[in-house]
C-alpha cells in the first residue's frame, strides 16, 4: 500500500513594517494582498488608486520581491516617480533597482541596451512630433510628391494616421478605409511614404515616438534571448490607468508576463476616453479573457465627492451597455444636491457661471479650486469673454508646451546634432535658420553634408550576457564605467565631426549665408568637444553666447522672455548626466501628454477652464459642466455609432465625478448653430434626461427686472 505525502514550501513567518489593514479598506487591502497571478484591479474615481498601487508594491517587496523583480508602468513619468516616492517613504529605504515610468520611457531604456539587434546604433535620436513631420515633408519631396496640387494629405496628417496604424497594431489600409475614407484612392502612394519613412528613420539613426512601443514589441517577438531576459527580470509588473492602453501596449503586456501572468491590471472602465487616439477600451473589458483565471478587485469607496454627486455619478453611467458594473460609495457627510441650470442662450450661460463663481469665491472657495468643464474649446469662447469683461482671472488648459517651443526646439537641435551627425531633421531645422537658406537648399546642403560623414561602422553584435548576470543576480546594468561615462551612452568624441564637415560646405551655401555659415561653424566646433560636449547645460550655453541671443532679438518681440525660458532650459538640463540623456527626456515630455507643473506666472488664483479630457485626474470643490446640448455633448460625429456614444457617456461620468463639493450642469436652450444658420433651439442633452431629476435640484434664472432668462 502507498500513500502520497505532499511537502508544503517552508516560509518563515513574514515581519510586515506596515500595518495594511489599518491603512486601506477592506476593499483596497484585499487588491493589495492578492496572490501572485492576473488581476485586474477596477477602481472608480477617487477611491484611491494610486494608494492602492503604492502599497501593493510595498506589499510584494515586503515578501521578499526583489525591487529589480518589479516593473510600474504609468502614463506620466511624474506619477511614476510619486509613487516610488511614497513607496520609499513607506519602508525607509531607496528602491534602487526598481523600474518605473511611462511605457514610453521603459521601451526607450531597453532600446538603448539592444538596437543594434534592430539595424539601429545605441547613439539613435528621437524624433518629437516637429522633427517626425519634417521627416515626412522630406520623403514627400523625395517622392516628387506636390501636396498642394495633388490634394494629398499633408506630413502632419500622414504621420497622424501612421501613428495610429501602429498603436492600433492594424493595416495602413485598413487605418485609411476606417479613419480617412476619403485617402482610400491614394492607399498605395501612403504606404510607399511610409516605407520611405521607415527607411529614413533607420538611415539617420532615429526613432520617432512610436518606434519606442513598436520596435520594442518586436525586439522582444524577434529575439528570444531578449524576450526571457525581461521575462525572468519582471516578475511582476504593475500597469496603472489600464483602460487607457493601447492594442500596441497590451501586446507588449502580454508578452512580457506569458510566461507567469503576474499581471496587476488597476484602472476603471467608466474613465475610458482616449479612443480618438487609439486607446482599446476592449483591453480593460475583456481582460480576463487573455489572462484565464484572472481574480477582479473592485474599490468603489469614494473619498472625494458628497453622496449627492456620486448617487448622481453612478445614474450617468448606468446606460453604458459594456462596462463592469460597480457602484461608487460615499464617505463623506452630505451636501447639496447637483443644480440642473437652463440657461437663455451662451452669454447668459456665461453670465450665470461668472456671477456664482464670484459668489462662491466670497463664500471662501478659492477660484482655483473651481473649474468649468467642457467638450470642446470652443464651448467657453463666450464664458472667455464674460470672465475678461468682469476682469475675472482664469487660465485654459491648452496652448504650446514648454518644450515645442520654436527657440526650445532650435536650441535642442545644436545639441542633437552634435551628439548625432547623421540626424537630419536637427541639421536643416539649424540651417534653415540662416538668411537665404529655405527647403530646397537644406536639402542640397543635407545631401552634400551626409556624403561627407565618415561610414558608419558595422554593427556590434550584442548579446544577451551583456546586460544579464549569468550569475543569477537579476540586474540590468546601469552602473558607470571607470571613464565616468553611463554604460548605456557612447563617449563624447574627443575631435570635432559635424564642423569640419560644415567647413568644407561653405562654398555651397548661398553668398547672402556664408557669414553667418562661418559663425555656425565656429558655434559647432565648440559644441561638439569638451568641455562643452559632457554637458548639455554647458552646450546649451555656448549656442546662447555664440549667437543664438542675437537671432532671438532679431527675429521675436519677446525676445527677453524667450532667452529666459533658454537660461531655465539650461538649468533643467543639469540634473542630466549627459547630453544624450538630457535629449531623451526632452523628447519624451514632448511627447506625452503635458504633467502640469505650475510655473510661477501660474500660481496666482485663476479660475480654471478645461476640457474634460484635460482635466482627468484632476478634482475641484465646484465644478460647472457646460454646454449639455444634443450635439455638443455628446457630439454629433459621437452619435453615428452606439459604441462612441458610450465613450461620450463615460466623458459626461468624467466631468461628474471631478467635482467633490458642488457641480452645476448647464446648457443653453438657444445657441447660434453658425456663421449662416442665424440661432437655434438647442434640445437638453440625452445624458441630463437620463437622470433621475430627484437627484438635481433645478434652478430657474431670473433676469435684472423680471424675466426668465
Same mark, same amino acid.
Given at each position: 500500500?502507498?500513500r502520497?505525502?505532499?511537502l508544503q514550501?517552508?516560509?518563515p513567518a513574514?515581519?510586515l513594517q506596515i500595518?495594511y @489593514? ?5 476593499q483596497?487591502?484585499?487588491a493589495? +494582498?492578492?496572490? %501572485?497571478?492576473?488581476a485586474?484591479?477596477?477602481a472608480g474615481?477617487g477611491?484611491?488608486? =494610486?494608494?492602492?498601487? *503604492?502599497?501593493?508594491?510595498a506589499w510584494?517587496?515586503?515578501?521578499g520581491?526583489a525591487p529589480?523583480?518589479?516593473l510600474l ?11 516610488m516616492?511614497r ?6 529605504r ?8 511611462t511605457?514610453h520611457a ?7 541596451r539592444?538596437?543594434e539587434l534592430?539595424?539601429?546604433?545605441r547613439?539613435f +535620436?528621437?524624433?518629437d512630433r516637429?522633427?517626425?513631420r519634417? $521627416? ?8 516628387g510628391?506636390e ?11 500622414l504621420c ?9 497594431v492594424?493595416p495602413?489600409?485598413? *487605418?485609411?478605409?476606417?479613419?480617412? %475614407?476619403?485617402f ?16 529614413r528613420?533607420?538611415?539617420g539613426n ?5 518606434d519606442?512601443l513598436a520596435?520594442?514589441? !518586436?525586439?522582444?517577438q ?8 525581461y521575462?525572468?527580470r ?5 500597469v496603472?490607468?489600464?483602460q ?7 501586446d507588449l $503586456?502580454d $508578452?512580457?508576463?506569458?510566461p507567469?501572468?503576474h ?6 472602465d467608466a474613465?475610458?476616453?482616449?479612443s ?5 477600451f476592449?483591453?480593460?473589458?475583456h481582460?480576463?479573457d487573455r489572462?484565464?483565471g484572472a481574480?477582479?478587485y ?7 465627492s458628497t453622496?449627492?454627486?456620486? +448617487?448622481l455619478?453612478n445614474a450617468?453611467i448606468?446606460a ?8 461608487l460609495r @460615499?464617505v463623506?457627510?452630505s451636501?447639496?444636491?447637483p443644480a ?20 462662491l469665491?466670497e463664500?471662501g472657495?478659492?477660484l482655483d ?6 467638450r470642446a474649446?470652443f464651448?467657453?469662447l463666450?464664458?472667455q469673454?464674460e ?5 475675472? %482671472? ?9 518644450f ?6 532650435d536650441?535642442a537641435?545644436?545639441?542633437k ?7 537630419e531633421? @536637427?541639421f536643416?531645422?539649424?540651417?534653415k535658420?540662416l ?6 537648399a537644406a536639402d542640397?546642403l543635407?545631401?552634400?553634408f551626409?556624403? !561627407?560623414?565618415?561610414?558608419a ?7 544577451v550576457?551583456?546586460v544579464w ?6 540586474v540590468?546594468?546601469d552602473a ?12 563624447a568624441?574627443?575631435?570635432?565631426m559635424?564642423?569640419?564637415a560644415?567647413q ?5 551655401v548661398?553668398k547672402?549665408?556664408?557669414a ?19 554637458s548639455a547645460?554647458?552646450?546649451? !550655453?555656448?549656442v546662447l553666447?555664440?549667437?543664438?541671443t ?8 519677446n ?16 540634473q542630466?548626466p549627459t ?14 501628454e503635458a504633467?502640469?507643473?505650475g +510655473?510661477?506666472?501660474?500660481?496666482q ?16 470643490d465646484?465644478?460647472?459642466v ?5 450635439g455638443?455633448?455628446?457630439s454629433?460625429r459621437? $452619435?453615428?455609432?452606439?459604441?462612441s456614444?458610450?465613450e461620450e457617456r463615460?466623458?459626461?461620468? *468624467?466631468?461628474? =465625478?471631478?467635482?467633490r463639493?458642488?457641480?452645476?450642469? =448647464? ?6 448653430a453658425g ?5 437655434a433651439?438647442?434640445q ?16 430657474s434664472?431670473q433676469?435684472p427686472g423680471g424675466?426668465?432668462?
Amino acid at each position: 500500500m502507498s500513500r502520497e505525502y505532499v511537502l508544503q514550501p517552508f516560509r518563515p513567518a513574514v515581519a510586515l513594517q506596515i500595518d495594511y @489593514a489599518a491603512e486601506l479598506n477592506p476593499q483596497q487591502l484585499a487588491a493589495v +494582498t492578492a496572490p %501572485p497571478g492576473p488581476a485586474l484591479v477596477l477602481a472608480g474615481a477617487g477611491a484611491g488608486k =494610486t494608494r492602492t498601487l *503604492v502599497y501593493r508594491v510595498a506589499w510584494l517587496l515586503e515578501q521578499g520581491v526583489a525591487p529589480e523583480r518589479l516593473l510600474l508602468l504609468t502614463f506620466t513619468n511624474k506619477a511614476a516617480r510619486e509613487m516610488m516616492r511614497r513607496v520609499a517613504e513607506l519602508l525607509g529605504r531607496e528602491l534602487g533597482g526598481l523600474w518605473g515610468g511611462t511605457f514610453h520611457a521603459i521601451g526607450h531604456r531597453i532600446l538603448r541596451r539592444h538596437a543594434e539587434l534592430l539595424g539601429y546604433r545605441r547613439d539613435f +535620436t528621437i524624433l518629437d512630433r516637429e522633427d517626425a513631420r519634417d $521627416l515626412m515633408s522630406a520623403c514627400l519631396g523625395e517622392a516628387g510628391i506636390e501636396v498642394r496640387a495633388t490634394r494629398f494629405p499633408k506630413a502632419e496628417v500622414l504621420c497622424d494616421l501612421l501613428s495610429l496604424a501602429v498603436n492600433t497594431v492594424q493595416p495602413l489600409s485598413r *487605418v485609411i478605409e476606417r479613419y480617412y %475614407p476619403y485617402f482610400a484612392a491614394l492607399t498605395e502612394p501612403i504606404a510607399d511614404l511610409a516605407r520611405r519613412y521607415v527607411e529614413r528613420k533607420r538611415a539617420g539613426n532615429v526613432m520617432d515616438f512610436d518606434d519606442l512601443l513598436a520596435l520594442w514589441l !518586436r525586439l522582444l517577438q524577434e529575439h528570444a534571448p531578449v524576450r526571457e531576459l525581461y521575462q525572468r527580470r519582471f516578475q511582476h509588473v504593475l500597469v496603472d490607468e489600464y483602460q487607457d492602453t493601447n492594442q500596441l501596449q497590451s501586446d507588449l $503586456l502580454d $508578452l512580457l508576463v506569458a510566461p507567469h501572468h503576474h499581471l496587476m491590471a488597476v484602472g476603471d472602465d467608466a474613465q475610458s476616453i482616449y479612443s480618438w487616439r487609439g486607446a482599446n477600451f476592449r483591453n480593460i473589458l475583456h481582460f480576463a479573457d487573455r489572462h484565464p483565471g484572472a481574480a477582479i478587485y473592485r474599490i468603489e469607496t469614494n473619498y472625494r465627492s458628497t453622496p449627492e454627486i456620486l +448617487t448622481l455619478a453612478n445614474a450617468a453611467i448606468a446606460a453604458n451597455v459594456h462596462q463592469h458594473k460597480k457602484e461608487l460609495r @460615499a464617505v463623506r457627510r452630505s451636501g447639496a444636491r447637483p443644480a440642473l441650470v437652463a440657461c437663455g442662450d451662451a452669454h447668459v450661460q456665461a453670465a450665470f457661471v461668472a456671477q456664482r463663481a464670484l459668489e462662491l469665491r466670497e463664500e471662501g472657495v478659492a477660484l482655483d479650486r473651481m473649474a468649468v468643464l467642457y467638450r470642446a474649446h470652443f464651448h467657453a469662447l463666450e464664458l472667455q469673454l464674460e470672465l475678461t469683461r468682469r476682469n475675472i %482671472p482664469f487660465s485654459i488648459t491648452s496652448g504650446i508646451r514648454f518644450f515645442e517651443q520654436a527657440h526650445v526646439k532650435d536650441v535642442a537641435a545644436w545639441l542633437k546634432l552634435a551628439c548625432n551627425p547623421r540626424d537630419e531633421m @536637427a541639421f536643416k531645422r539649424l540651417v534653415k535658420l540662416l538668411p537665404g537658406i529655405g527647403p530646397k537648399a537644406a536639402d542640397k546642403l543635407w545631401t552634400a553634408f551626409a556624403a !561627407r560623414q565618415l561610414p558608419a561602422p558595422p554593427p556590434a553584435e550584442v548579446s544577451v550576457e551583456e546586460v544579464w548576470n549569468p550569475e543569477g543576480a537579476a540586474v540590468l546594468p546601469d552602473a558607470t564605467p571607470a571613464s565616468g561615462t553611463p554604460a548605456d551612452t557612447p563617449a563624447a568624441p574627443a575631435a570635432p565631426m559635424v564642423a569640419p564637415a560644415l567647413q568644407a560646405l561653405a562654398e555651397l551655401v548661398p553668398k547672402k549665408a556664408r557669414a553667418d555659415w562661418a559663425q555656425f561653424t565656429a558655434t559647432m566646433a565648440q559644441v561638439e568637444v569638451p568641455p562643452a560636449r559632457g554637458s548639455a547645460a554647458d552646450m546649451i !550655453r555656448v549656442v546662447l553666447e555664440a549667437g543664438y541671443t542675437d537671432y532671438l532679438e532679431t527675429t521675436y518681440d519677446n525676445a527677453r522672455a524667450r532667452l529666459e525660458d533658454l537660461e531655465q532650459l539650461a538649468a533643467f538640463a543639469r540634473q542630466f548626466p549627459t547630453p544624450e540623456e538630457f535629449l531623451a527626456q526632452l523628447a519624451l515630455l514632448t511627447n506625452v501628454e503635458a504633467e502640469a507643473e505650475g +510655473t510661477p506666472a501660474q500660481e496666482q488664483e485663476r479660475l480654471r477652464l478645461s476640457t474634460i479630457h484635460q482635466a482627468k485626474g484632476l478634482e475641484f470643490d465646484v465644478v460647472f459642466v457646460i454646454m449639455l446640448c444634443e450635439g455638443l455633448f455628446p457630439s454629433a460625429r459621437s $452619435l453615428e455609432d452606439a459604441e462612441s456614444e458610450e465613450e461620450e457617456r463615460r466623458l459626461f461620468y *468624467v466631468a461628474v =465625478t471631478r467635482a467633490r463639493d458642488e457641480l452645476y450642469l =448647464t446648457y443653453p436652450l438657444i445657441r447660434t448653430a453658425g456663421s449662416y444658420s442665424g440661432e437655434a433651439m438647442q434640445q437638453p442633452s440625452r445624458f441630463l434626461e437620463e437622470l433621475p431629476r430627484d437627484l438635481l435640484e433645478e434652478w430657474s434664472l431670473q433676469l435684472p427686472g423680471g424675466g426668465c432668462a
